[in-house]
């Protein structure tokens, strides 16, 4: 019964859906990455690199949970368990993703938060072999790229996730007759 009504408490107040823990701070984070992208330099383009990916794993994070969070609203009152995330690395965060509710531009971020995976990891591991700035800025540009593409594809589909929960709370008496039934 507890957990019913744990999902029926966190359906009822928004501020306890899915979202980043330290939003200012993520922010800040990301501009940060954004100076440090803009000063053209070894160490500003591997901070912005590392910072991105960062925040897309966060961001994978926040989907994962909303995923989750969905799946419980969709089949309340039965019981289903929120994945734990917080000491998986990159590619296992993916792979949580992956196993959730996808839609195209789901898909999309996974796609894209691979790549820049692949760009990290190239970066990170290969970096003694780079000859030239230019050659850093000619892979890190790419990253950039996919960094704001992300971002993007995770404002649509979190938004598309509070939606649907607004769906769920609008309608949670019919979630409450289901707990008086039992």
Same mark, same amino acid.
């Not at 160490?43 to 910072?51: F, P, Q, S």
């Not at 792979?95 to 959730?100: A, D, R």
């Not at 796609?111 to 995976?117: M, R």
């Given at each position: 019964?507890?957990?019913?009504?744990?999902?029926?408490?966190?359906?009822?107040?928004?501020?306890?859906?899915?979202?980043?823990?330290?939003?200012?701070?993520?922010?800040? /984070?990301?501009?940060?990455?954004? =100076?440090?992208? @803009?000063?053209?330099? &070894? *160490?500003?383009?591997?901070?912005?690199?590392? $910072?991105?990916?960062?925040?897309?794993?966060?961001?994978?994070?926040?989907?994962?949970?909303?995923?989750?969070?969905?799946?419980?609203?969709?089949?309340?009152?039965?019981?289903?368990?929120?994945?734990?995330?917080?000491?998986?690395?990159?590619?296992?965060?993916?792979?949580? /993703?992956?196993?959730?509710?996808? =839609?195209?531009? @789901?898909?999309?971020? &996974? *796609?894209?938060?691979?790549?820049?995976?692949? $760009?990290?990891?190239?970066?990170?591991?290969?970096?003694?072999?780079?000859?030239?700035?230019?050659?850093?800025?000619?892979?890190?540009?790419?990253?950039?790229?996919?960094?704001?593409?992300?971002?993007?594809?995770?404002?649509?589909?979190?938004?598309?996730?509070?939606?649907?929960?607004?769906?769920?709370?609008?309608?949670?008496?019919?979630?409450?007759?289901?707990?008086?039934?039992?």
């Amino acid at each position: 019964m507890k957990y019913k009504i744990d999902v029926l408490n966190k359906l009822r107040d928004s501020d306890n859906w899915p979202a980043f823990d330290r939003p200012d701070f993520l922010e800040k /984070l990301n501009d940060v990455a954004d =100076d440090a992208f @803009t000063q053209k330099t &070894i *160490e500003g383009y591997l901070a912005a690199l590392l $910072i991105y990916h960062q925040l897309c794993e966060e961001m994978m994070k926040v989907l994962i949970q909303c995923s989750s969070f969905l799946i419980q609203c969709s089949v309340f009152p039965h019981e289903i368990k929120s994945k734990r995330i917080n000491r998986l690395m990159f590619g296992q965060i993916i792979n949580e /993703l992956e196993k959730g509710i996808l =839609d195209t531009d @789901t898909k999309q971020f &996974i *796609e894209k938060s691979k790549k820049l995976n692949s $760009i990290r990891i190239k970066m990170v591991h290969k970096l003694t072999d780079k000859t030239s700035l230019n050659s850093i800025e000619r892979q890190i540009k790419p990253a950039k790229k996919l960094f704001d593409e992300l971002f993007k594809l995770f404002d649509d589909i979190y938004d598309d996730y509070r939606v649907a929960f607004s769906h769920y709370k609008k309608n949670i008496e019919d979630l409450e007759e289901l707990v008086d039934e039992e």
